[in-house]
Every structure is written in C-alpha cells, then in structure tokens.
C-alpha cells in the first residue's frame, strides 16, 4: 500500500527513493514506519530543492526483506540470514554473466524465473562517461535514473539476465561498467554520442556478437540497431564543492541546504548521499 502523506515530516526505514520521468525526474523519498509492514509513505522531494532539510539517524537499522533489527546492514539493506538465504542477495545478481540457475543451485528458483529467466537488455549509458549495463525490460528507465544516467539506449534484448551479463561482460573490454561518483555527484559531465559508440562497438566486437548470438539462439538476441536515446534531466541546482560521501550513519544528523537530486544521491555543498546505501535505517527526515 502506498501512501503519500503530503506532510513534510516522515519517519521510519529508509527504502529506494522513488522516481518518476518527467521533464526533469520526480523524486520521492520513502519509508516504511513499520520496519514488519509492506505499507510505505512517501515525502515530494523536488518541491524541497533549495530549501535546508534535516534527516536525522535514529540509530537503528531493520532488515528490508523480513523486518529484524539487526546491528549491520548486509547486501544493501539486509540481515546477515536474509543476506545468506536470498537469491536477490546472492554474488550473482551483482555479477550477471556467473548466474546459476542452469546448474540448478539457484538460491530460490521461484525468483530467479521471475527476476532473471526473463528478457533483459543489455544498454550504453552516460553517467560519467559511457557504460554498459544491463537491466530487467521492466526496469527500463528507473535503472538508468537509479544510475544518474544523462542519456541512455538500448543495444540488445536477450532472453535471460545470464545472457545480458555474458554480453555485458564482451563490451566491458570496451567501455567502463562502472559509475564514478565522484564525479557524478561533482557533476562532471562528458558529452558522449552515444549513438555512435554503439555503432562503433557493434563492428570492433561483431564477430563475437555473432558467436554469443549462435550459442544463445537467434530467437533469444535481437541486435537494436537504431533504438532511440533516452535524455534524463535532474532536479540540480548547484553540485558538491568537493568529491565527499556523507556518512549518515557517522554524521547521525545531516542538516543542509538540499542542492539537488541525482540517481540516488541527495546533494549538498558539503557532499552527498547516497541514500540507497541506508536502505532500512531507521530515520526522520524533514523539510525546513
Ligand atoms: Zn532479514
């Protein structure tokens, strides 16, 4: 169930923020007060750019999947079991190309058909420079907006996460697959044609996308030759002076003036925070 309490102050465990695409992106911040609920509420955040909110650590933290306090957050918001029995917590999802379903040591098999035995794309990205990734059909764009991505477009559209990561890992000897924060949240943008680079990378590594395509069956691959770019704007007036990650958890209170919202970092003069990272710490948040 959701909720949106329109209020200004919130309190409870920290979730994904929210997004939405719109002329410049929409950001929600979200809580579930009730770490043992699914019901969430959700704060605008937009209308607070510009304005000083405090978000103040409670000092605890519960487990995002089954609710437990627990003294660390594992995987990204999880308890040290959960993160050890979850499918979604396991090596694999960070690493696409070693997935294990086929060998039948899925974690949970019932998740890996319905997150991983699906249609993936594979896709160029410019966050701070061009990056490959690769993403579930249904999370196309909130991945790219996760990622802070100024534009984006998909290359290919294969059967199974297993065979997004084999390709992902074939143009990585190519380009980066990894964000560089510091310069996102510095807001050091390079121009990339993105476009051409995908051109450019389908005829250097054309011999081995035509081996991956035989091995995988042409049925599953399907090379997108001129799929159209995705522009990604952000609610950013003014960018961190310096490259420096608030640690909430050190910090317990962060009060400043928010400067804007990229991917999933709030930003101040000071630095930023990467509010993905406190996902089920416990937390108030207020605009003031
Ligand atoms: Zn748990």
């Given at each position: 169930m959701k909720k949106n309490t329109g209020s200004i102050v919130l309190e409870g465990n920290i979730e994904k923020l929210r997004t939405e695409l719109n002329d410049k992106v929409q950001y929600q911040f979200c809580v579930r007060p009730?770490?043992?609920?699914?019901e969430i509420e959700l704060m605008d955040m937009n209308p607070l750019i510009g304005s000083k909110i405090r978000i103040e650590f409670k000092g605890l933290i519960h487990c995002t999947f089954c609710g437990r306090e627990t003294k660390k957050s594992f995987?990204?918001?999880?308890?040290f079991p959960c993160s050890q029995s979850l499918a979604q917590c396991d090596l694999c999802v960070l690493?696409?190309?070693?997935?294990h379903y086929d060998n039948g040591t899925c974690r949970e098999p019932e998740w890996g058909e319905k997150n991983c035995m699906i249609p993936h794309y594979v896709y160029l990205s410019n966050t701070t420079g061009v990056k490959v990734g690769i993403t579930k059909h249904t999370q196309i764009p909130t991945r790219w907006i996760d990622q802070g991505a100024i534009e984006a477009i998909p290359i290919l559209k294969v059967g199974t996460r297993y065979q997004s990561g084999v390709f992902e890992k074939l143009f990585s000897q190519e380009v980066?697959?990894?964000?560089?924060w510091r310069s996102l949240i510095t807001g050091k943008i390079t121009q990339i044609d993105l476009e051409s680079t995908r051109d450019r990378l389908f005829e250097i590594l054309g011999d081995e996308i035509d081996e991956l395509e035989e091995k995988f069956g042409g049925d599953y691959v399907e090379i997108l030759e001129d799929e159209s770019l995705t522009r990604i704007n952000y609610p950013v007036i003014n960018y961190c002076s310096k490259a420096k990650s608030l640690n909430l958890e050190k910090m317990e209170v962060i009060e400043d003036e928010l400067l804007g919202i990229k991917g999933q970092y709030f930003i101040f003069e000071t630095g930023a925070i990467n509010?993905?990272?406190?996902?089920g710490y416990k937390v108030k948040i207020e605009g003031l």
């Amino acid at each position: 169930m959701k909720k949106n309490t329109g209020s200004i102050v919130l309190e409870g465990n920290i979730e994904k923020l929210r997004t939405e695409l719109n002329d410049k992106v929409q950001y929600q911040f979200c809580v579930r007060p009730d770490p043992n609920s699914k019901e969430i509420e959700l704060m605008d955040m937009n209308p607070l750019i510009g304005s000083k909110i405090r978000i103040e650590f409670k000092g605890l933290i519960h487990c995002t999947f089954c609710g437990r306090e627990t003294k660390k957050s594992f995987s990204g918001g999880y308890c040290f079991p959960c993160s050890q029995s979850l499918a979604q917590c396991d090596l694999c999802v960070l690493r696409p190309h070693t997935c294990h379903y086929d060998n039948g040591t899925c974690r949970e098999p019932e998740w890996g058909e319905k997150n991983c035995m699906i249609p993936h794309y594979v896709y160029l990205s410019n966050t701070t420079g061009v990056k490959v990734g690769i993403t579930k059909h249904t999370q196309i764009p909130t991945r790219w907006i996760d990622q802070g991505a100024i534009e984006a477009i998909p290359i290919l559209k294969v059967g199974t996460r297993y065979q997004s990561g084999v390709f992902e890992k074939l143009f990585s000897q190519e380009v980066d697959d990894k964000t560089n924060w510091r310069s996102l949240i510095t807001g050091k943008i390079t121009q990339i044609d993105l476009e051409s680079t995908r051109d450019r990378l389908f005829e250097i590594l054309g011999d081995e996308i035509d081996e991956l395509e035989e091995k995988f069956g042409g049925d599953y691959v399907e090379i997108l030759e001129d799929e159209s770019l995705t522009r990604i704007n952000y609610p950013v007036i003014n960018y961190c002076s310096k490259a420096k990650s608030l640690n909430l958890e050190k910090m317990e209170v962060i009060e400043d003036e928010l400067l804007g919202i990229k991917g999933q970092y709030f930003i101040f003069e000071t630095g930023a925070i990467n509010i993905r990272k406190y996902i089920g710490y416990k937390v108030k948040i207020e605009g003031l």
